[in-house]
Structure formats: C-alpha cells, structure tokens
C-alpha cells in the first residue's frame, strides 16, 4: 500500500468519525424530546421491516452485489464453511452445504486433479464429526506436485437457471443481484435443485423447502460482509457493490484476470473468480 | 430421512443426496401410460379403425384410471404439498413445470367428458334398468337425462370426435411436455436432449398399447370370454411399428451423446458401462425392446396364430412395460447419477418404506389398476356378451 493511500484512508476514517460522533450527539440532545414518538415509529418501522426486504433504510436498486474469490489464497482452513452453517443454521452435516471448499491437488505424474471435499469419509473421519469440518492429511507422504484449494457457493447468476425453472416463482433474483428462496411460498418440488449446474442448492428435509447462500442478505442489507467474507483469514474471499468502482469486489475485478465456474451453461456467475485450474468444474 | 447417496470419485457435497427419487420415476410412467392408451382408444375412437373396438372403451377407462393418480406421486414428493395449487394461481411462466397444472386439469376434463359421452347410453339403460341405490347413481351420472332418441345419439357422436380428436395432442402434448421437462434442463448431460420429447412421446405410445395388451388378455381370462385376435393382433402390429421407431430414437440420442462427446463425456461412458450396463443396455434395450421386436417380427413373419400368439404378443408386451419403466428409471435416477461435477458417480439409495419410497412407489402403481377394477365393475366397457349393452 503506498503512503498517499494510507493518507486518504486515514484521512476518509478521520472524516467518517467525526460525522458519526456529530450525528451521534445531535441525536442524543434531540432524543429526549421526541423519544416517545420515535419509539412508536420505531416499533411501526421494525413491523413493516420484518415484513419484507429490503428493509425500509436500505434501497436495493442502489446495490449491485457481486463476489470475489481468490483461489490462489485459499489455505483450506474452512472457518468460511463453520461460520457460514452457524450464520445461517445450515444443516450440521456433510450433505447439506451454502458454501464449500474443493481441495484439488496433483501428484507427480497426474493428468488430472484429486478432488475432495466434506462429504469425503476420509475428511468426514479425520475430524470426528459431519458438524465439522477438516481436509485430512491423506497426501503427507506423497509428491504433490500442485495443489489449491477452491471455495464454492451460489454464484447469484445474471441468468439463474433455478431462477428460470421454480414453476411458482418461490426462488427470484433480488433488484440488488442475489438469488433468494421464498420458504414460505416455496413448493419442495426440487426442480432448482436440478437447474443449478454448481451443485449450490439442497433441500431441508425437515422444512421441505430448497435453500441455498443468500451472500447473508440479512447482513449486507445492514451494511455488513458476508460471514464467510468476514471471517476468511487471507482474504480469498471478496465482497462488494458494483456500483461502487472503489468496493473491494470492483478492485478485484478490475485489477486481475477473472474467470467464473462454466460459462458455458449461460447463466453468467456473478462469482469471479482467480487462480482457477482447468479441472475445476 | 433422506439417505445419503453413496459415490465414487469427486461429487458435489450437496449432490449427496439425490432430489428426484422413485416417485418421479413413477411420474412420467404413469403419464405415459395414459397416453399410451388414449392412442390405443383413438384407434377406434378418431381413425375407426374396428378391429380396435373390444378395447376402445376398456381403453379410454385405463386412461382415466391412470390419469386420476397421475398428481399422486408428484404431490407426495412435495416438500409442501398443500402449497402444490400456488402453481396454478401463480404459474412462474419460465418454468416448464408452471403449466403442468392446467395441461393436467385440462386433460382430466376432456378425458372425463369423453367417458361419459361413450358410456352415456349404457348408463341410461342402466339408470332405467336398476332400482334402489343403483339407479340413484346411474341416474346422477347420466345428469338425469334418459335421452336416447336418434338426435340425442348424433350429439354424443359429434361430441365424441370433437373431444377425441382435441385429446389426442392433449394427451400427447402432456406427455412431450414432461420430456421436455427433462430434455430442457442444461444442467444435466444426460437429459439435456432435444430427442426427449419425441422419446418420451413414442415410449408412452408403445407402453400404453402393451399395457392394454396385457390387460385385454388378462381380462378375456377373468371374464372367461373368447379372445379376439384380431383386436390383439392390431394391437401387436401397433407395439411392432412403434417400438421400432421408439429404439431407434433412443438409440439416436445415445449416438448423439457419445458422438457430440461433451465434456463430462468420460464419466457418462463410465457410468453406462459399469453402472447402467445391466439396466440400460441388458435389461431396457436388449430384454425389454430388441428381443420384443424379435419375437413379435418372428410372430408376424411366419403368421403365427392361436395360442402361441396370444402368448408370444403378451410376453413382449410385458417386457416392454417392464422396458418403459426402466428407461423412465435410467433416465430420472440416471442423470441424477452422473454427477454434475462430472469427475463423479451417485448410487440412489431407495429406501423401502417411507413417503418416498419402494413401497410407496409399489402402491401408487397398484392403486390405479384397482380404480381400473372398479370402474370396469361400474361401467362395463366390454362389447362382448360380458358387458356392453
């Protein structure tokens, strides 16, 4: 990072700060005055909110949400995948997952990749439970000769194809660019399940309903990252708003090479992705 | 509980457990089925083809028989199915599924206005030859009409051919559109196919003339009555054309597959020879088609009659319901086998009891045959002595 743009982010910090203590004690001085009638608004405001997205403060034709991953970051330590099932109470086994990370790896002499993920016994025994998730130590003693780890989810499609197939309109695509579920209009009828060529979308069983990553809606409608964005430890994972040329996604985009998981299937990711080798599918 | 699918190689984690199970497989079956002997009653009923008549009415019965549970394995494998109308009250019109309500409803109506337009005359004479609770319900189903004058009957045949003739793409049109369902989803190598349509179509035609092959045979046995061959015969000749032309698409849309050779290729050719060897190449083409076809161009070819015909023509049939059923199954379960990752393999793990299940599956296939009973009981179809008026 060079000097000015450390100015400029403390400057931009500096500025922010003090916007949010002057509001702050407007507020406060303000507060008695109106504190009864701001509660009741309070409480309409919370019931329509809890109504519907988007929330009443937040404007989702002002957002154009996009992810970032870069591969070649990714040390497979799955604190994204843990935080992503306790986020959004996902299933706690090896079967049902919003996000996953696909470990890929080439001994000497492959032609082709060995690929593993959580549903794998031998990561499923290594760390004791299907609530947890490990990559075992299977290639210790082997020659690896290249290995990478790739992180996958929904890629909230321009054109998604589960969006195209749900026959009453359950699943739809948000005017901010995420995909999302209905669960209460939600039929079960799993044909989402089947349209998506990523392999994103399960079924609950015991609410019968199709599910799948949401980017956290309920977070970055509040201005938040994601969880797994949140927790990742190397940055390889990448959130931001398009219409924001300075968001961290804009950057990533912008400055790298990207590609996105089968193009070829049309629905054009809104995932992009960095350092993909040519066995990822 | 859903089980886990075990797998070979690298699968999606999701894919482990397989969405569309046995039920969808009984799904498209049975719609087949109902098309399959619409065609047959058409025979006689649009083209007045006469040797098809002892089974025109049996026919148009064994349609709406199975037609009647054709929702049933579809609403049982709803995660929601008291949630199954919003589809018709907000149809999603990208989806090839949103219209498959209203081609249904629209199928049923017209399949129940031409059972009770063939049956109406019988039903007078019943509803005026019985007494007690009988002729209440005869009564009720006629709508308490008893006219049976020379006019009345020219309506009911207009009538008729007007709602044959918009049954047959009906029928058809509900059928195609299920393999389109199948044949338009990219996501799958092994139904993205523009051949699915036209298979499942002429697959529904070939299991529906057997079924009601195997039927009439079965029948004339109960009832004790004489066969007529040339009724089987027709329907022989029927089963003959069409599986003909049926193998020789399926075998289309293989030689696509494999000559386009897409990626993801490699693991289909895994999956048909290990795997899907048995039920695919030994079992649905070998058993269930070539040798029916064999057997059947052997009956033909040297005029076999009699007994060994009547035998020879429902052994084929048989193997050809079996062979249907079996390429709704390679189809349904088989695509969802090959994983989308294509570097891997799913076992579908049917579970014997549950909602979706071996059982439930097995009794959604019995029930129709017994509404078929009930319905024969009901409205005699038979133009022989054993029925008909």
């Known amino acids: 990072m060079t000097d000015d743009k450390i100015k400029t982010e403390r400057r931009e910090f500096l500025c922010a700060t003090g916007k949010t203590l002057a509001s702050l004690g407007v507020i406060a001085a303000g507060g008695s005055l109106f504190a009864q009638g701001a509660e009741e608004e309070t409480q309409t405001k919370a019931a329509k909110v809890s109504a519907s997205f988007p929330t009443e403060d937040y404007d989702w034709t002002k957002h154009r949400w996009a992810y970032g991953i870069d591969a070649t970051r990714c040390i497979g330590c799955l604190r994204c995948v843990e935080a992503c099932k306790a986020e959004n109470d996902v299933i706690g086994d090896a079967n049902h997952f919003r996000t996953w990370v696909e470990r890929y790896v080439y001994l000497e002499g492959d032609e082709h990749a060995r690929v593993d993920s959580h549903s794998d016994p031998q990561n499923i025994a290594a760390s004791g439970s299907e609530a947890k998730y490990r990559f075992d130590n299977r290639y210790k003693d082997e020659k690896v000769s290249k290995a990478f780890f790739v992180p996958k989810m929904c890629n909230h499609c321009e054109h998604p194809a589960c969006v195209q197939v749900c026959p009453v309109g359950a699943t739809f695509k948000t005017e901010d660019g995420v995909v999302l579920i209905d669960h209460e209009y939600c039929i079960g009828c799993r044909y989402c399940v089947q349209a998506c060529p990523y392999g994103a979308r399960f079924f609950i069983e015991e609410k019968g309903v199709s599910d799948k990553c949401t980017w956290c809606y309920h977070r970055i409608t509040k201005g938040l990252d994601p969880a797994c964005v949140e927790v990742c430890p190397t940055g390889t994972r990448i959130f931001g708003d398009l219409n924001d040329p300075s968001s961290p996604v804009s950057e990533f985009i912008k400055n790298n090479p990207i590609q996105v998981l089968k193009p070829e299937s049309g629905n054009a990711p809104m995932c992009f992705y960095v350092g993909l080798d040519k066995d990822v599918s | ?389």
Not at chain 2, 124 to 132: E, I
Not at chain 2, 311 to 330: D, E, K, P, Q, Y
Not at chain 2, 338 to 357: A, C, D, N, R, V
């Open chain 2, 1 to 389: 509980m859903t089980e886990v699918a075990p797998f070979t190689g690298y699968v999606y984690p999701n894919e482990t457990i397989i969405p569309w199970g046995v039920l969808i497989v009984l799904y498209p079956y049975l719609t087949g089925l109902v098309a399959g002997a619409f065609t047959v009653s058409s025979f006689y009923h649009v083209f007045g083809m006469q040797q098809f008549k002892p089974v025109a009415r049996f026919a148009l019965l064994t349609s709406l028989s199975m037609m009647l549970f054709v929702p049933t394995p579809l609403l049982l494998h709803l995660g929601h199915a008291e949630r199954s109308y919003y589809s018709m009250i907000t149809p999603h019109l990208t989806s090839a599924f949103a219209m498959f309500g209203f081609f249904a409803a629209f199928y049923t109506v017209i399949l129940l206005l031409e059972v009770w337009f063939v049956f109406r005359a019988d039903n007078v004479k019943r509803s005026l030859r019985s007494t007690g609770l009988a002729r209440i319900f005869y009564r009720a189903v006629t709508l308490w009409s008893d006219d049976l004058s020379p006019r009345a009957r020219a309506i009911d045949a207009k009538w008729l051919l007007i709602l044959a003739i918009v049954g047959i793409p009906s029928a058809h049109g509900l059928h195609g559109y299920i393999g389109f369902v199948y044949g338009s989803l990219k996501a799958r190598q092994w139904w993205e196919s523009d051949l699915m349509p036209i298979i499942f179509l002429f697959s529904a035609i070939v299991s529906g003339i057997a079924l009601l092959m195997v039927l009439y045979v079965l029948s004339c046995k109960l009832r004790r009555v004489l066969l007529d061959h040339a009724c089987l015969k027709g329907l022989t000749y029927a089963l003959w054309g069409f599986l003909m032309f049926t193998i020789m698409l399926e075998g289309l849309e293989f030689a696509n597959l494999v000559y386009k050779g897409k990626e993801g290729i490699d693991m289909i050719m895994v999956y048909v020879q290990g795997p899907l060897f048995w039920r695919y190449f030994v079992l649905q083409f070998g058993l269930g088609a070539l040798l029916p076809v064999m057997l059947m161009s052997i009956m033909i070819a040297l005029n076999t009659r009699g007994r060994v015909f009547v035998f020879g023509s429902t052994i084929s049939a048989l193997l050809v319901l079996m062979s249907v059923l079996l390429m709704r199954w390679n189809v349904v379960i088989g695509g969802q086998e090959i994983s989308k990752t294509g570097k891997g393999l799913l076992t579908y793990p049917m579970s014997f009891f549950g909602q979706e299940s071996f059982m439930s599956a097995l009794i959604l296939l019995i029930a129709p045959f017994i509404l078929l009973w009930v319905l024969t009981r009901l409205f005699p179809p038979w133009v022989d002595r054993s029925g008909g008026m």
